[in-house]
Nanobody, 123 residues
């Protein structure tokens, strides 16, 4: 049973930074792609960033490129999302997700999801 548990959300002022963490358990994740998604009130869930567990490849949405960095710690089974220069429009619930197979930004292709962590950016 795959479990993903996010942490690190909170309230931050515009221009500030947060680091989200995702603890993954229940499988060997070497063949997985790990993704971060977000969902703002009244909007659909959207792709933020992804990383392959076994290669250095990373992928970002245009809206966060240059401001966010996704990384992983294989030994700890952790995935991180460092977010800098935060904007009010980054306010959303952020979800960690996992899938086997190649990278995709399509939310429907991810099989496993965490419960989400709230990020609120004040202006």
């Amino acid at each position: 049973q795959v479990q993903l548990v996010e942490s690190g959300g909170g309230l931050v002022q515009a221009g500030g930074s947060l680091r989200l963490s995702c603890a993954a358990s229940g499988r060997t994740f070497s063949s997985y792609v790990m993704g971060w998604f977000r969902q703002a009130p009244g909007k659909g869930r959207e792709f933020v960033a992804a990383i392959k567990w076994s290669t250095p490849n990373t992928y970002y949405a245009d809206s966060v490129k240059g401001r966010c960095t996704i990384s992983r710690d294989n030994a700890k089974n952790m995935v991180y999302l460092q977010m800098n220069s935060l904007k009010p429009e980054d306010t959303a619930v952020y979800y960690c997700a996992a899938r086997t197979g190649p990278y995709t930004a399509y939310v429907g292709s991810y099989n496993y999801w965490g419960q989400g962590t709230q990020v609120t950016v004040s202006s």
